[in-house]
């Protein structure tokens, strides 16, 4: 694994990219995304609340998965459904949370979350199957304010944490506790949206975020610390459909596979310009884009969902039991067993995706 590592890190090549290309999540360095506080719609709505009509594909795009807004920025879908008579409509995603929100609902078709998030939904009956993996990311952390007292997750016991629910920081937070020997009962968990953590620890409002990247990587360029990093409390980053899309619509389906395979490997082999794009979708300076592309993703990994992914759901599985996120043991089983379908990445052909 080339990002193997808990608290240190190394600046990787740009030829390292070419095993490692990566992304992470959503915000502008204002704390605002498209969809929250933005005055833009929500994720699945039009301007008018109503959702798009028949004969358009509903995907989600976020700035933790850049494959999709390299996908959106070259227009390779809208070519590719052209003529099948099929329009594209893009609605951002602000976390995991909020992409399950809008699957369940049948507000997008296709949505990009955290593994966790995925399995949390699918055991709670969300009719969902995760399609293919768009990155392994070290994506989420725990973060203090430059000179804070904590220094380690036992510090945390007793202080308030900012944490988007259903969403793989919340869940990095869970298993850091749990290492350490607490709970989340040992702390005061605020459940604020990703960029709404970042802004209650620069106030003061909370003592530690678990933070998302791209924002964890803004808030690191002005001072944050990440005082706790562990790669494999961080799960994979989940391509979802719902499942009466894929019975429905299986050549669109289709389609968005072959589309974010054409945009891996054009990442892998564009690295700067993947970066460059997540900058304008994001605010971001582009260095701190950068930081986020070439140090903390992995595209190069299979996209196949299957026995990697299986293992690492079966490792966060019980810790929603013990919350009470999921009523039981069986759901979660039940879960693993049926979210993952591999068949579109196993016919997935990137050259039948024309530039536009």
Known sequence: MPFARTSTRRPLSRRALLTAAGVSAALALTGCVAGEGSGQPAAGTNAAGATAAAGTLNIDFATYNPLSLVIKKKGWLETALKDQGVSVKWVQSAGSNKAN???????????STAGSAALLAKANG????????????????????????????????????????GTDPYFFLLQSLAEAGLSAK???????????????????????????????????????TLFYRNLSFNTYGFLNATESFLKDKPQQAQAVVNAYEKARAWAAANPDETAQILAEAAGLDLAVAKTVVLQRSNLNVNPAPGEAQRKVLAKIGPTFVETGDVASQRQIDDAVASLLDDSLVKKADASAIKDS
């Open 101 to 111: 929100e809008a699957l369940r609902s049948g507000a997008i078709d296709v949505g």
């Open 126 to 165: 969300s009719p969902i199957k995760a399609i293919d993996i768009f990155s392994q990311p070290e994506w989420a952390a725990l973060v203090t304010k430059q000179g804070s007292a904590i220094t380690k997750v036992s510090d945390l016991k007793g202080k308030s944490v900012a944490a988007t629910k």
């Open 186 to 224: 040992d702390v005061t968990v605020q459940n604020l949206q990703h960029a709404d953590g970042r802004a209650a620890l620069e106030n003061g409002s909370v003592d530690a975020w678990s933070g998302l990247d791209p924002i964890m990587a803004g808030a690191e360029q002005k001072g944050a």
